[in-house]
């Protein structure tokens, strides 16, 4: 597996952890209604804290997978 620390898209360069928090971001936006649907933000105490773990996690699974 090779490592890319810059992407070209379309001639511009950027950062591949641009690309990976990019794609995180969408993730975690289609998640909210789920989690609002289960009533997942019940239990939670601190929801922003929650959503940015979540993000943070999201962030390094595309990481490894990409």
């Keep these: 597996m090779e ?8 001639g511009l360069l950027v950062s591949s952890f641009v690309v990976h928090a990019g ?11 789920v989690l ?8 939670v105490w601190n929801l922003p804290l929650a959503e940015f ?3 943070i996690c999201l962030i390094g699974l595309y990481t490894i997978l990409l």
């Excluded at 490592?3 to 379309?10: S, Y």
């Excluded at 794609?23 to 209604?33: D, F, G, K, R």
């Excluded at 609002?36 to 239990?43: G, Q, Y």
């Design 36 to 43: 609002s649907k289960v009533r997942a933000r019940r239990v």
């Design 53 to 55: 773990g979540i993000l």
């Design 3 to 10: 490592l890319r620390p810059v992407l070209d898209i379309g």
């Design 23 to 33: 794609l995180a971001i969408a993730t975690l936006l289609s998640l909210n209604p």
